[in-house]
């Protein structure tokens, strides 16, 4: 069985593993969170905000949901 993928093994930019752990903090923490919380907090585009939940479910699949009708990640 392959080994999961870590952050540490990913060469990622310092300011998209900020991303990636206020993601996962605010999930955690709250139960849900959407694409317009990370573009508030560190002011980027819907797209690349798009592109940090793709990453982070690669990185960890069974973590969020996406609920349609809340049109919001759940933890």
Not at 37 to 43: A, E, K, L, S
Not at 45 to 52: D, L, P
Request: glycine share 2%; net charge positive.
């Amino acid at each position: 069985m392959p080994s999961p993928i870590t952050l540490d093994a990913l060469d990622l930019r310092w300011d998209q593993r900020q991303r990636l752990l206020f993601l996962e903090c605010k999930a955690l923490w709250s139960g849900q969170i959407n694409t317009n919380d990370v573009r508030t907090v560190f002011g980027i585009s819907r797209a690349q905000a798009s592109k940090e939940f793709a990453l982070y479910r690669q990185l960890a699949p069974h973590n969020l949901v996406y609920s349609t009708t809340a049109k919001t990640y759940l933890a």
